[in-house]
């Protein structure tokens, strides 16, 4: 009964994330106190679902919470570990205690979200329900396998000002797509994995040891 109860509160909770200003929400109103930690954030929108983790995973890596050092590589890690993870359909993905330890102070995530939410509502005002058959199964596992590819292509490109911008923009789009089962933004998403693939081979064409 206990785990039954426990799995309704997730699958709610999961529920209420339906697009990127909703997640935001979510992270807001599901935590609180001086810090925020990554494992605090996932619980905020349920660990089980696909589409708002890699939503927030995306989002992260985007967000100037990427200045402290060694968090791209961090959120890229994590996205690759979830990915491949969910590829292999598992139910319940596990993710590191050290990175899910990681956190950093919630007003700077509070401060951040404020600031993109006129720029949200317009990204939302964009999303709806269309071409739904390539956000389900099985195309979706096509999707994470794309997510393991933007993580492995983030990587690298970590050591380049703005490099992961890119590839983690791609993991967001992904989200968003399964999320609102917008198979256009899943299409604008593939667009965008191909865009950093193709910067990852400037860069790796321009280094010394090449």
Known sequence: MFVSSVAFGLDRRMAQVRNLRTLLQSLCSQTDGESVSVGDLLNAVGRRSYGPVLLLLGFI???????????????ALITLIFAIQMVIGRPYPWIPKKALAFSFPRKHMVAGVAMADKYVVQVDRFLKPRLTFLTQTPLVNLVALACVGAALV??????VPLGPFIPSLTVLLFGLAITARDGIVLVLAGASLVGACYVLMRVWAVLPFV
């Open 61 to 75: 890596a985007i967000s100037p919470l990427t200045i402290i050092p060694g968090a791209s590589v961090l959120m």
């Open 154 to 159: 983030t990587l690298p490109l970590s050591f």
